[in-house]
């Protein structure tokens, strides 16, 4: 599982534009999701893990370690800023430290016990800077240093602060400002000269210098290449130069390049598991001594020292070794020119025996038998005299040792470091003869250094939690001096340099003419800090004088004179005059901090008027929540069929007005209790007689009107009703051409019905408007009842459409609201007709079933009452 760990420099420099129109900032960015566009076509690359660190303090420079997500470190990328200093030494020993966290914890580097290749964590570190001078708050550094001082546990084990397993490659950003007219340079991308070049070439990667866009996306494609399992190894000649081939042509004298090389060996992982898989470990540079109570510091590349004597490579076929391929160098080429994949050039450690310098050889660097690479075998210490010992057990002594035998063994063992008792265990239980070494053999360390190693695996786990805890916290601002706004507050809240006479006053104090004022926005530095250029000092605030201290009250007394005194007005502003109407776009639609800060508005004049919504960039947009709407389908709250309009069934029913919003009238408006009208008492019941008078026509008629208002659900069927049907039939004809006139009427002056909202319990409908004078004309009051049965029939035909829509089967509420229907008989039937075709555009089956019944309930009924009528 590689580590990628990307170094952003968010220093100030990196703002500067390129001539594309972006920043270097931004073209990091940019780079950063190109190479995981580009590493994600490789299959390996679902096990890879992210992490971004830029230029600021641990831990508030670490933005994705350990625990972080994919979704939060693309987060973190794109909300990067670029501020602050170019302490690159800083950031790269935070990122080095992030990566070592947990490598006590996991055994990885086995320190004191030889380094086994096959034991890796590879990471790659991608730096991203513009290359300028590395500044820091001591001044500007010419060289790149990296502190010594680092709170992980260990790191005195190792000398420097990266593995032998992490790289650093830097893509240093030379984009012009202006577009070059010079066609760009062919071939491959040179090194860059900045101070971040050596720390790469060091840990074995490089830098790049980048010219262009082009040249950008040619070095991602290198970095993708470049991601591979392995570690970086030392390899330097030791010995005389091998002899001349015939036909090669003769070496020049001197150091030559493939003396010393810094290169890659590849440790690919097994294809069944995803693991390394090894068997024999790289010796340390040191014999190891049980008696020392600590460990030498080791470098973190090995330094492997090869003879370029020719030797015969030895294998036995029971007996495992580790093959490792080196990336190629100038030491691989020189290799494979010489074409004799039959002999190969020992490899040594220095002092890892325990007698001799130059130490015992533990492999050998060989051709391929193709002469297409080099690869390094790793055997065990000492082979040439291991293998001899092993060969001779299997084949001539089958596996039963002699006593010359074992002497022979027992004084290779002494020469053999003893942390490799482990691997050549394992080796002899493969080969078969697994009781050759006594269990009690020691490992080599004493037990103060397992106890301290012990104890730094410990300590390494609370720094890992510690740090992890960390991460994602927001910088704490410094302390500094709060920029106070003291206008708008009222009288109290002025301060006395905004008194008019305040000048007059300092002229006859200090007699010094003061400057003339600029003009000052009291708003322009509200919420900053003034920053101490002593960071001891503590911003004083004193309310009381007597929390001065007694020491500090001349010193105090100074400082308040010379505030008081100070007449001159600074000039220097924080924000040009046209910054002050420029807002970022992310906070363009912020109005309702605009709100909060604004003074607060005058009460409206007419309170019975819906409140206007403060709607940033619509002001006539009105408040919804008080309108009242006529139509069926926008009374319905919810997301169920906003956009839609009724098909023409609406324009059908009698007394419906046109589809426009309409104001509520102010006594029916939600939440107010409904109050029955006070009206006058009604006439006895009329008698046939009485029918062909005029005098009590309005009588019958407000008996009429009231019996349909107030009475039961019980005597709905009484002999009361039945009477005034009689009249109703009698009358139709009459009435519905003065109630068609007057819903005209109706419809120009108060814009139709309000709907009014019908209670859970089902409360009956009352007229909350005034009845007319007693003694009105026939035709006035006919003309007055149309108008308020049309009002009544258009609340009730809101309700029961709005009932019609809910869900389920209860349907008592629609027979409720439709006993109370006013109206001829024919105003009646139309509504309900109307009603039905609601109820089919719903497909209510048993609700128009019912229905159908109730239309066929009232036709028998007029039925009979016109044979009644007849006789």
Request: net charge neutral.
């Amino acid at each position: 599982m590689p580590v990628l760990l990307f170094l952003i420099d968010t220093s100030a420099s990196m703002n500067q534009r390129t001539h594309l129109g972006t920043s270097y900032l931004d073209i990091a960015k940019g780079a950063v999701e190109t190479f995981m566009k580009l590493r994600g076509r490789d299959p390996a690359s679902r096990g890879d893990r992210y992490m971004l660190v830029n230029y600021e303090d641990v831990p508030f420079g670490i933005k994705a370690g350990w625990k972080e997500s994919h979704a939060t470190f693309m987060t973190e990328l794109r909300n990067l800023q670029a501020a602050g200093l170019t302490s690159i030494g800083t950031s790269l020993r935070t990122a080095f430290d992030l990566l070592n966290l947990n490598r006590l914890v996991t055994g990885i580097d086995n320190y004191g016990q030889g380094r086994n290749p096959f034991f890796l964590e590879p990471a790659i570190i991608i730096a991203i800077t513009d290359g300028n001078k590395l500044t820091s708050g001591g001044g500007v550094q010419d060289e790149l240093h990296l502190p010594l001082n680092t709170p992980l546990p260990g790191s005195e084990l190792t000398k420097e602060p990266f593995r032998w397993d992490q790289r650093l490659f830097a893509l240093v950003l030379r984009i012009a400002g202006n577009a070059s007219v010079e066609p760009e340079p062919l071939g491959g991308v040179p090194p860059d000269d900045s101070p971040i070049t050596p720390m790469c070439e060091v840990t074995g990667g490089r830098s790049y210098s980048v010219f262009s866009q082009r040249m950008l996306n040619q070095c991602l494609e290198s970095l993708v290449q470049k991601i591979q399992s392995g570690v970086v190894i030392n390899f330097e000649k030791t010995g005389p130069d091998p002899p001349p081939l015939e036909d090669a042509e003769v070496l020049k004298s001197g150091p030559q390049t493939w003396h010393c090389c810094h290169k890659l060996i590849y440790v690919r992982p097994n294809p069944k598991t995803g693991v390394p898989i090894g068997h024999w470990p790289i010796p340390e540079a040191f014999w190891p001594d049980q008696n020392s109570p600590t460990l030498p510091p080791r470098s973190a590349h090995p330094h492997v020292r090869f003879s370029c004597l020719d030797s015969e490579p030895m294998v036995i076929d029971k007996v495992p070794f580790d093959k490792y391929e080196l990336e190629p160098s100038p030491l691989t080429q020189f290799i494979l020119e010489r074409k004799s994949p039959h002999t190969c050039w020992q490899v040594f450690v220095c002092n890892s025996a325990k007698y001799s310098d130059l130490g015992q050889p533990f492999g050998y660097l060989k051709a391929s038998t193709a002469l297409n690479c080099v690869n390094l075998f790793v055997m065990p210490y000492n082979y040439p005299v291991l293998l001899p010992l092993l060969d001779d057990l299997i084949k001539v002594h089958k596996f039963k040792p002699t006593i010359k035998w074992r002497q022979s063994f027992e004084n290779y063992l002494k020469t053999m470091p003893p942390y490799y008792i482990g691997s050549l265990r394992k080796a002899l239980r493969i080969m078969g003869a697994p009781n050759l070494l006594a269990d009690n053999m020691e490992y080599g360390l004493s037990y103060s250094v397992v106890t301290y190693l012990k104890k730094l695996s410990q300590q390494s786990k609370m720094e890992y939690d510690r740090l992890i805890a960390l991460i994602g916290k927001k910088q704490v601002p410094e302390a500094g001096i709060k920029v106070r706004w003291r206008g708008g507050g009222g009288l109290g809240g002025v301060s006395l340099a905004q008194r008019r006479d305040f000048i007059h006053q300092l002229l006859s104090l200090s007699g010094e003419a003061p400057p003339p004022p600029t003009e000052l926005n009291p708003k322009e530095f509200q919420g900053f800090q003034l920053a101490l250029l002593n960071k001891d000092l503590k911003p004083q605030s004193f309310r009381n004088p007597y929390d001065i201290p007694r020491s500090h009250l001349l010193d105090q007394l100074s400082r308040m004179r010379r505030n008081l005194l100070n007449t001159g007005v600074c000039s220097l502003r924080g924000q040009d005059s046209d910054q002050l109407h420029s807002v970022p776009i992310a906070q363009m639609g912020n109005y309702q901090d605009f709100l909060k800060a604004a003074p607060q508005p005058l009460r409206d004049a007419d309170p019975e008027q819906p409140k206007r919504l403060h709607t940033f960039g619509n002001p006539f947009k009105l408040d919804k929540k008080g309108m009242m709407i006529d139509e069926a389908d926008e009374f319905v709250t919810g997301p169920q069929n906003k956009g839609k309009r009724p098909g023409g069934d609406g324009g059908n029913m009698a007394g419906g007005g046109p589809k426009r919003r309409r104001c509520m009238s102010p006594l029916l408006r939600l939440g107010r209790a409904y109050t029955p009208p006070v009206t006058p008492p009604a006439s006895p019941r009329p008698t046939d007689v009485d029918l062909t008078d005029e005098a009590p026509e309005p009588n019958l008629i407000l008996n009429h009107l009231d019996q349909n208002h107030y009475c039961s659900d019980g005597g709905s069927d009484s002999e009361a009703e039945l009477s005034s049907l009689v009249i109703d039939h009698k009358e139709n004809h009459e009435e519905e051409e003065e109630q068609q006139q007057a819903e005209e009427e109706d419809e120009e002056e108060n814009g139709g019905g309000p709907a009014v909202p019908f209670g859970d319990e089902g409360a009956e409908l009352m007229l909350v408007d005034q009845l007319p004078p007693r003694y009105l004309s026939p035709t006035a009051l006919k003309k007055h009842i149309a108008m308020e049965t049309t009002k009544v029939n258009n609340e009730l035909r809101t309700l029961i459409t709005k009932e019609i829509r809910r869900p389920g089967r209860h349907y008592e509420r629609i027979f409720l609201l439709l006993k109370q229907i006013q109206g001829t008989l024919e105003t009646r039937l139309i509504f309900l007709q109307n009603i039905i075709k609601e109820a089919a555009r719903f497909k209510k089956r048993v609700l128009i079933e019912q229905l159908e019944n109730f239309l066929e309930e009232i036709h028998n009924r007029s039925m009979s009452l016109n044979h009644v009528d007849s006789l």
